[in-house]
């Protein structure tokens, strides 16, 4: 089975502007879960989606926002950027069996913001 | 806010050397997993230990759980340069959900 996908691999944006992620799960799995990682923050949680419901979200603005599809493809979306969003953003996947199960995590989108 | 620390946050070793890295949480868990992660790069799994589970093997890698304690242990047996890596581990924080809180990790650094 191919892996989680993520798109695009880097991003540069300007305060100000907004940005989309796109993140594509192992085929079969429904939920989708989304990481921003910084060198001062570590790996921080932003939400999980399931079944196109957003079932947790993390401390974030409500600048971060997502959604998933129908066929379980999610992207996250951070408007009027700032410089501390520069990040790489991480989507994971997961079967969910009904409990906390193994997460898959694709390759990141670097996002610089300037 | 991060669940766990890790310990050593950094640690250098020659190849064929063992490697143990710890990690401390701070609430009730259903189960802790383990990811390394190269330079940047995204998260690989290494292994998932459950609540009820004490220790569990997987090729090199031995995990310890102590619920007791709120701690886990990493241990790289015969390591490689390309174990050159960070490693996090990361725990559900007992929420049952898909939701991963992560330690700092320990940048593992293995020389030829």
């Known amino acids: 089975k191919a892996g989680v996908t993520q798109t695009p691999r880097y991003l540069i944006k300007t305060r100000g502007q907004q940005v989309t992620l796109s993140c594509s799960p192992i085929?079969?799995?429904?939920?989708v879960s989304w990481y921003q990682q910084t060198p001062g923050q570590g790996l921080q949680f932003l939400f999980e989606?399931?079944?196109?419901?957003?079932?947790n979200k993390g401390n974030f603005p409500g600048r971060f926002s997502g959604r998933q599809f129908s066929n379980s493809r999610s992207e996250m979306n951070v408007s009027t950027l700032e410089l501390g969003d520069s990040a790489l953003y991480l989507c994971?996947?997961?079967?969910?069996?009904?409990?906390?199960?193994?997460?898959?995590f694709g390759p990141g989108t670097r996002l610089t913001v300037l | 806010s991060q669940q766990g620390e890790e310990d050593p946050q950094a640690l250098s070793i020659q190849e064929g050397e063992n490697a143990t890295m710890n990690c401390s949480y701070k609430t009730s868990i259903n189960n802790l997993q383990w990811y390394r992660q190269n330079s940047g790069r995204g998260l690989v799994h290494l292994i998932l230990?459950?609540?009820?589970?004490r220790e569990k093997h997987s090729g090199r890698l031995r995990v310890t759980l102590d619920t007791s304690k709120k701690s886990s242990s990493l241990l790289i047996t015969a390591s490689r340069a390309a174990d050159t890596a960070s490693y996090f581990c990361?725990?559900?924080?007992?929420?049952?959900?898909?939701?991963?809180?992560f330690g700092t990790g320990t940048r593992l650094l293995v020389s030829p």
């Open positions: 994971a996947s997961s079967l969910e069996t009904g409990g906390s199960d193994t997460q898959y």
């Open positions: 085929s079969g799995h429904r939920s």
């Open positions: 989606y399931f079944s196109e419901t957003q079932r």
């Open positions: 230990i459950r609540s009820n589970e």
């Open positions: 990361a725990t559900d924080a007992g929420t049952g959900f898909q939701k991963l809180v």
